[in-house]
T-cell receptor
């Protein structure tokens, strides 16, 4: 069964600090991995998309990494801001399928 | 561009009532999707439409029906609402089709079934 596990479930950090969110997956055949940001009461918004051959991809202060051998991805947030408070969702797509597998998300709270 | 819009934003139903959730996109995307999001669970695909004129079941289709009215619009219908269908419903679209593409989500419809 295809699964995506995210950790931690929730995280509280101080403004200006860095943090790293984890995503482990058991999906086959792997197509790509995406990170979404979901603000409270809003729909998810894509941050990054990574294919099998990509190790790192950045989007401003967000940097995603992918290790296809260990089936792990991480999302690193640098110099956090209050606006980074949100749920971060890892999504893995299976080749040839319209049904992606979503993780349950990591809830990040950034305190001033 | 408004992107993906959904109506209504919030709805309360009694068990057994029916309703239709509306979704429209103005990005000329081929594919559209309906998801539900429940506390502590990931988004789950209910139905999708790979292109105008086609619809297919996702992971949790029971109790729902869909209509791809035209390229812009994709509606989700609950024929006889049940408390288990209390959830937040998101519509999404993607340019060419395929679960591998980045999807663009609407703001969601919050449904409470009493």
């Amino acid at each position: 069964k295809n699964q995506v596990e995210q950790s931690p479930q929730s995280l509280i950090i101080l403004e200006g600090k860095n943090c790293t969110l984890q995503c482990n997956y058991t999906v086959s055949p792997f197509s790509n991995l995406r990170w979404y940001k979901q603000d409270t009461g809003r729909g998810p918004v894509s941050l990054t998309i990574m294919t099998f051959s990509e190790n790192t991809k950045s989007n401003g202060r967000y940097t995603a990494t992918l290790d296809a051998d260990t089936k792990q991805s991480s999302l690193h947030i640098t110099a956090s801001q209050l606006s980074d408070s949100a749920s971060y969702i890892c999504v893995v797509s299976v080749g040839g399928s319209y049904i992606p597998t979503f993780g349950r998300g990591t809830s990040l709270i950034v305190h001033p | 561009n408004a992107g993906v819009t959904q109506t209504p934003k919030f709805q309360v139903l009694k068990t057994g009532q029916s309703m239709t959730l509306q979704c429209a996109q103005d990005m000329n995307h081929n594919s559209m999707y309906w998801y539900r999001q429940d506390p502590g669970m990931g988004l789950r695909l209910i139905y999708y439409s790979a292109s105008e004129g086609t619809t297919d079941k996702g992971e949790v289709p029971n109790g729902y029906n869909v209509s791809r009215l035209n390229k812009r619009e994709f509606s989700l219908r609950l024929e006889s609402a049940a408390p288990s269908q209390t959830s937040v419903y998101f519509c999404a679209s993607s340019p060419h089709g395929g679960g591998q593409e980045t999807q663009y989500f609407g703001p969601g419809t919050r449904l409470l079934v009493l």
